[in-house]
């Protein structure tokens, strides 16, 4: 089965000569259908780079991405875009919710723009925002949401549609603890229909539900393991880590 997601010794620079900024060394990382990847590592040791090179938001120096088992570097400004849409969904830390847009509206918008209709994306929407509990917020704009309430406006426009890649960059970071554990279950739960999810985390209590955890330092993943807690136990209402065993 082609993997959702394989990058193949992906090197990014920017800048040139004495100032040039080695923001990934080779890294390679793949990530099968199914799986929860966590990535980890200290400030600017490339993760947020990694992320944005898997869901062609950048391109690599060297190296190369296939999503689905489609090479990126072939593809032109407008294929990229569309299978953005219809592949990849992703949470960015700062949300990128467009002002003008309602909750629903932001959501909806990939899926219109894809060929769905506005009835059955709007449908769509509203039982996203129903699933992370913002069903009354639906008609709201960004600016009239809290952090919280527009994190989860972000996820669930990653959510919604047959997307099989999740990018997700600290997608609990505005949330009180409950609502990340409902997040990370939406999330575990799109893995176990098919999806394959990276989220870049410093926080060890939500890599805990990875199936894997890479680690980046300088540029380059050093090191991968398995957490303590296996998805399985978390879905049955278990706590991250409450395993005294390794997976």
Known sequence: ???PLEMRRVRKTYGEGPAAVHALAGADLTVAAGEMVAVMGPSGSGK???LAIAGSLEEPTEGEVLIEGTGLAGLSRDERARLRRRHIGYVFQDFNLLPGLTAVENITMPLELDGMRHRRARGAGLAALEELGLADRADSFPDELSGGQRQRVALARALVGDRRLLLADEPTGA?????GEDVMRLIRT????GAAAVLVTHDAQLASWAD?????????IVDATS????PESLL???????????R
């Open 1 to 3: 089965m082609t993997a």
């Open 48 to 50: 947020s780079t990694l």
């Open 175 to 179: 949330l009180d603890s409950r609502t």
């Open 190 to 193: 799109a893995c176990h229909g």
């Open 212 to 220: 894997r955890v890479v680690f980046v330092r300088d540029g380059e």
């Open 227 to 230: 957490p303590l807690a296996g």
């Open 236 to 246: 049955a209402g278990g706590t991250p880590g409450d395993s005294g065993e390794a």
